[in-house]
């Protein structure tokens, strides 16, 4: 069964970058994701990224700061963020852009602060 094995998170100071890392267990042949979740609210999109020629899609809060990116050889999927706020702390999922999702991993906390 796949597992998802999300890294990368820790603390970090307002205008600083975190790279985010996501181990899959099994190959993929799938558009990947990244979500966030705050204390108290939904899950939400972060970025996807396809498989092979890789459009990607950005949600507005990531869009210029983040990059999404994968590299299948080694079944890692990354989100590069830069420019932190603290309206990004959150804890960071990563599973399938869309259908039946995979079982979410612990994902990786997220914390901006001064």
């Known amino acids: 069964q796949m597992q998802l094995v999300e890294s990368g998170g820790g603390s970090a100071q307002p205008g600083g970058s975190l790279r985010l890392s996501c181990l899959m267990t099994?190959?993929?042949?799938?558009?990947m994701a990244w979500y966030r979740q705050a204390p108290g609210k939904e899950r939400e999109l972060v970025a996807s990224?396809?498989?092979?020629?890789?459009?990607?899609f950005y949600a507005d809060s990531a869009k210029g700061r983040s990059t999404i990116s994968r590299d299948d050889a080694k079944n890692l999927v990354y989100l590069q963020m830069n420019t932190l706020n603290p309206e990004d702390t959150s804890v960071y999922y990563c599973n399938k852009a869309s259908g039946h999702m995979y079982p979410w991993g612990q994902g990786t906390q997220v914390t901006v602060s001064s």
């Open positions: 990224i396809s498989r092979g020629v890789t459009p990607t």
């Open positions: 099994e190959t993929v042949f799938v558009s």
